[in-house]
């Protein structure tokens, strides 16, 4: 059974910072390219950041800079860094794992960033 557990979500003042994990299981994790989206209430999924299977990331222009990407094949997790958080960064994040047809999402975790 595969699964994608978000962790380290959270209500954080405005220029905080959140590290957000991935924890997978189910899967030869290694193989996968990972992908961070966040929703937002009444807006469409976007894609936040990603990391390849051998470890080349992008990012949305709204966060270059401010978020880090990164993998540990060995933990079968993947992080998501959110420094210098903005109002506007409130979301639910998801973690998704993708390798070829095969698509698996976690279930979210909250991210609000509020004084």
């Known amino acids: 059974q595969v699964q994608l557990v978000e962790s380290g979500g959270g209500l954080v003042q405005p220029g905080g910072s959140l590290r957000l994990s991935c924890a997978a299981s189910?899967?030869?994790?290694?193989?996968?390219?990972v992908g961070w989206y966040r929703q937002a209430p009444g807006k469409q999924r976007e894609l936040v950041a990603a990391?390849?299977?051998?470890?080349?990331?992008n990012y949305a222009d709204s966060v270059k800079g401010r978020f880090t990407i990164s993998r540990d094949n060995a933990k079968n997790t993947a992080y998501l860094q959110l420094n210098s958080l903005k109002p506007e960064d409130t979301a639910v994040y998801y973690c998704?794992?993708?390798?070829?047809?095969?698509?698996?999402w976690g279930q979210g975790t909250q991210v609000s960033v509020s004084s």
């Open positions: 189910g899967i030869i994790f290694s193989s996968y390219a």
């Open positions: 998704n794992a993708r390798y070829y047809i095969y698509n698996h």
């Open positions: 990391i390849t299977s051998n470890g080349s990331t």
